[in-house]
């Protein structure tokens, strides 16, 4: 490997985990307004594998040997012209999306547009840190889309995942009464996170109704398949979203995908230096074993963030 190639991750063509292979790709280039980041950790999400099948082919490009992740953690490595927001040797941490897929974060670097950074805050690992942007800023576009006051109630649908947790911790920090679904072994993580734990399925809608007499003021679906509970739970004056479900705007709400954006990275770091805003990382693999972290991604059963790590060979 020369010094102007970089150990990435990659797959050729679309498909399962087989897919992925080792391969010894160009280093980045560093434009204007940008910074190349040497990765210290990637977040590994559900939408990485599901792009590495093909799902998302018909609305995206693709670049072959493309390279998975829009997570990423790390150091600035080097700056493009005119970015005086950072310099080299700063810790920070993206949600590095692209219009197109191909160029991602697990490889041993990364060049992203300045204004999708941010400082990393200093009470996060790099592997926290890695866990945070996307997950989070989907709680936080989701919350900010509900518009929802002190004092009002709001109810998650699957409160354990990574969107989740983080969704329940903005929400609590803003002063909202929180409601979250989860099956039974999560109970106690949702009521350390300040949820009031519900069981989802059969007994879902009696059982808000029971907490919520007057329905709830907010709805956020994390999960899918909750239109028919959601909107037999909302008061009539309420709002409601959704990551999983397209069909909701027919129904008054909103279907979210969140933007990479510095500024909405830098609101979820505020909580976090506050000690408002945790983030559960639950497995590490070294970079090259992302076949194995995308393969406990996809069992759904995770329970917190899944975070890739350096290259150890």
């Known amino acids: 490997m020369s010094e102007y190639t970089m150990k990435a991750m990659a797959y050729s063509s679309y498909g399962g985990v087989e897919k992925l292979k080792r391969m010894d790709l160009p280093l980045p280039k560093v434009g204007p307004g940008s910074v190349r980041i040497k990765v210290k ?48 040797g700063d810790e920070v941490h993206a949600y590095g999306r692209r219009d197109s897929v191909g160029v991602g974060s697990f490889a041993e670097y990364m060049t992203l547009p300045a204004h999708v950074v941010a400082h990393k805050p200093h009470q996060l690992s790099f592997e926290e840190a890695a866990a945070l942007p996307l997950t989070g800023g989907t709680a936080l576009r989701a919350l900010d889309s509900l518009e929802l006051a002190p004092g009002q109630t709001l109810l998650i649908h699957n409160g354990a995942g990574g969107v989740g947790q983080a969704a329940i911790q903005i929400a609590k920090a803003a002063g909202v009464r929180v409601l979250a679904t989860a099956s039974v072994k999560n109970h106690e993580l949702l009521n350390s996170l300040g949820a009031e734990p519900l069981v989802y399925g059969d007994g879902l ?71 408002k805003l945790g983030v559960h ?17 996809m069992s759904g059963h995770a329970g917190g963030k899944i975070v890739l790590t350096e290259f150890t060979d």
């Open 205 to 275: 809608v009696e059982a808000v109704r029971a907490r919520v007499p007057g329905g709830v003021d907010a709805v956020a679906d994390f999960h899918g398949e909750a239109l028919e509970p959601t909107l037999a739970v909302l008061k009539e004056s309420g709002s409601h979203a959704s990551i999983a479900d397209g069909t909701v705007g027919a129904h008054g709400g909103r279907y979210i995908w969140v933007r990479p954006d510095g500024k909405e990275l830098q609101r979820l770091d505020a909580l976090v230096e506050q000690g």
């Open 41 to 88: 950790a990637a977040g590994v999400n559900p939408v990485d594998w599901k792009v590495m099948a093909g799902y998302l082919d018909p609305i995206m490009d693709i670049a072959f040997p493309a390279i998975p992740g829009w997570d990423v953690a790390g150091i600035v490595d080097a700056v493009g012209f005119d970015t005086p927001e950072f310099k080299i």
């Open 281 to 297: 990382v639950v497995s590490t693999y070294p970079m090259q074993q992302a076949a194995a972290a995308f393969t406990q991604s």
